[in-house]
C-alpha cells in the first residue's frame, strides 16, 4: 500500500487496505477491477494532499466539500480523463466513503451531491458475418507454425462461436471442456455454461491434438511457444496482423469478435435473455444494447441498398 505512505495518515491508510480486502473478499472482483480501484482512491488522495497541503485524515474527509470534489474532477479532466473513465472512479469513491460509514468512521455524503459526469452513448463494433469467419479462417495464412495456429484459431472461435471474453478464454482448462458445453468462469468469479458447437469444440481438439504441451486437468489449456499460460497481449497482437491482412477498422480485436457473436445472434432471432445469460451479463441492460447495435445495422443496410435512400 506504498502508493498511499505519503498522501495518507497511518488511519487512513489501514481503512483503506480493510476496504480494498472487503471488496477482494465479499465482492470477489478480479483483479484488474481491484487494481483500478487502488488506482481510483490513490489519485484522489493524492489530490488532497496537494490540495490541503498535508496528509489525508479522516476528520479531513469527514469535512470535505462538494467545492472540492469538483475541483478534483476539474483536475481529471485537465489530466484528459474521459466521462466514462471519470464516472468510474466517482463510483469507486462511493464505495470507499460508504464502507468508512458503515463503519461509523465518518459520515459525509458530499460525494453523492455531486453529479457523476454522462457517460457518451457508445455501440460495440460488431464485425459482419463474413468478416468474422475470414479473421479466423486467416490464422493458418498468418503464423507458419502449424500448432500456434492451432491456437489462435481455437481461441478467437471461442470469442465468436460463444462469446467469451478474451480473458475467459485464456482460463479454460481441460476439466471445463464437456461434450458440447463449456464451464466459463466470468467477472467475480461468476460460472455459466455455454454450448459448445461444433466448429469450436473441432478448433480446440485441434489445438490439443498438436500443442506440445500437456497442461493438468486443473490448468489453462492455452500456452505459449514456451510452455507458460498465454498472455493476451499476444492474441491482441495476433488480430492486429490479421486484420491488417484482411483491411478491417482498428475497432476489430478480440472483444469484437465477443460483440459480433451477440449482434449476429439477435439479428437470427435470439432473446435478450438467452444473450444474457451466453455473455455472462449480471444485468440485461447491459445486454440490451445490441437492440441498438441492430438497428444500427439495419438502418446502414438500408440505407446503402435503398434506390430512394
Not at 488522495?45 to 472540492?68: I, S, Y
Not at 445472434?265 to 438467452?274: A, E, K, Q
Request: with cysteine; aromatic share 6%; charged share 20%.
Amino acid at each position: 500500500m506504498s502508493d498511499f505512505a505519503f498522501a495518507t495518515d497511518e488511519t487512513t491508510r489501514a481503512q483503506i487496505t480493510n476496504w480494498l480486502n472487503a471488496l477482494m473478499s465479499m465482492r470477489r472482483l478480479s483483479r484488474p477491477t481491484l487494481e483500478a480501484y487502488q488506482r481510483d482512491i490513490a489519485q484522489f488522495m493524492a489530490f488532497l494532499t496537494h490540495h490541503f497541503g498535508q496528509p489525508v485524515t479522516l476528520e479531513m474527509l469527514q469535512n470535505l466539500h462538494t467545492r472540492d470534489i469538483r475541483s478534483f474532477m476539474a483536475m481529471r479532466r485537465q489530466k484528459g480523463i474521459g466521462p466514462r473513465s471519470l464516472a468510474r472512479q466517482i463510483s469507486a469513491l462511493k464505495n470507499f466513503f460508504t464502507f468508512l460509514e458503515r463503519h461509523n468512521l465518518i459520515n459525509n455524503q458530499v460525494l453523492h451531491l455531486v453529479k457523476a459526469p454522462k457517460k457518451p452513448a457508445s455501440l460495440p463494433k460488431a464485425l459482419t458475418i463474413n468478416e468474422a469467419k475470414n479473421t479466423i479462417a486467416m490464422t493458418n495464412d498468418i503464423e507458419a507454425r502449424p500448432w500456434v495456429a492451432a491456437r489462435d484459431m481455437a481461441v478467437l472461435s471461442l470469442c465468436y462461436g460463444a462469446g467469451l471474453r478474451i480473458s475467459e478464454a485464456l482460463a479454460i482448462c481441460a476439466q471445463d471442456l464437456n461434450e458440447g458445453a463449456l464451464r466459463v468462469k466470468g467477472k467475480g468469479n461468476k460460472v455459466r455454461m455455454v454450448p459448445l458447437i461444433a466448429p469450436v469444440r473441432r478448433a480446440i481438439d485441434t489445438y490439443l491434438e498438436s500443442c506440445p504441451f500437456k497442461p493438468a486437468g486443473h490448468e489453462p489449456i492455452f500456452r505459449g511457444v514456451r510452455g507458460g499460460v498465454l498472455s493476451p497481449r499476444l492474441i491482441q497482437q495476433r488480430m492486429v496482423q490479421l486484420r491488417s491482412a484482411l483491411g478491417l477498422p482498428p475497432s476489430a480485436s478480440p472483444h469484437a469478435l465477443r460483440h459480433s457473436f451477440a449482434t449476429h445472434l439477435l439479428g437470427n432471432g435470439g432473446d435478450l435473455r438467452t444473450i444474457q445469460e451466453l455473455l455472462g451479463h449480471a444485468s440485461l441492460s447491459s445486454t440490451q444494447i445490441y437492440t441498438r447495435m441492430d438497428s444500427e445495422h439495419l438502418l446502414n443496410a438500408f440505407q446503402k441498398a435503398h434506390p430512394r435512400a
